[in-house]
């Protein structure tokens, strides 16, 4: 089945070649878009290969990490990315389920991308996300997602107990997101239609996004 997959991909990478030169970028990223997910796909099922072996040590996974960072690194030495600035910032929960290259469909490093617990900005975060609009970016997603283990934390009076800083963090979630909007930069941007700032809910099973549905 491996095999036969391999070989799909393999079909699909060079019959694609020709209908993106005669067709144009668009058939072009989304034909690069099909492979990454073909690569995703190939990858998924090697669950002896991952970190998450019963008896893995820490030295083991540390020297995995490193293994696939060199070789990866290697392959992007060859074939560098866009050096283009980015346009989107995108902040999602530190969740390792959630690929942000799968959320937005694209790896160019049109993304800031912001990896935090519950999503849930502070100070520093918002003078960042400030500072990335002024340098352009046009298009701030904010992301919260279903199956949350923050917000379970944060609803569990005992858990509350043992994880008060996160719990307090995601008490103010939504203070600290309005706060960002109340911005003088950001909140100018907004008015004159050079930024749009949307909070988006996010399918953890199926990574996609919706508009936020206020519980309160």
Not at 90 to 108: F, H, K, P, Q, V
Not at 130 to 136: H, I, K, P, Q, R
Not at 149 to 163: F, G, I, M, V
């Amino acid at each position: 089945m491996k095999r036969k997959m391999a070989i799909a991909v393999l079909a699909i990478m060079i019959a694609g070649i020709p209908v993106a030169w005669k067709w144009g970028d668009r058939i072009e990223f989304m034909l690069g878009g099909a492979l990454i997910n073909a690569g995703y796909r190939l990858q998924d099922p090697l669950i002896s290969y991952d970190f998450e072996h019963e008896n893995v040590t820490p030295a083991q996974v540390w020297d995995a990490f490193l293994d696939q960072n060199r070789l990866a690194s290697s392959i992007r030495a060859r074939w560098p990315r866009s050096p283009r600035h980015p346009v989107i910032a995108m902040i999602i929960c530190m969740d390792g389920r959630l690929d942000s290259n799968e959320i937005a469909g694209d790896t160019r490093r049109y993304y800031y991308v912001l990896r935090l617990a519950g999503s849930v900005l502070a100070p520093k975060e918002e003078e960042m996300l400030e500072l990335a609009v002024d340098n352009g970016v046009k298009v701030v997603v904010f992301t919260t997602h279903s199956d949350c283990a923050a917000e379970k934390a944060a609803a569990d009076p005992a858990k509350r107990a043992k994880y008060p800083e996160l719990s307090r963090a995601l008490d103010e979630r939504k203070m600290r997101f309005e706060e960002f909007l109340g911005r003088h930069p950001v909140k100018s941007r907004i008015s004159s239609g050079r930024l749009i700032v949307k909070w988006m809910d996010l399918n953890t099973a199926t990574e996609r996004v919706e508009e936020h549905r206020d519980s309160n």
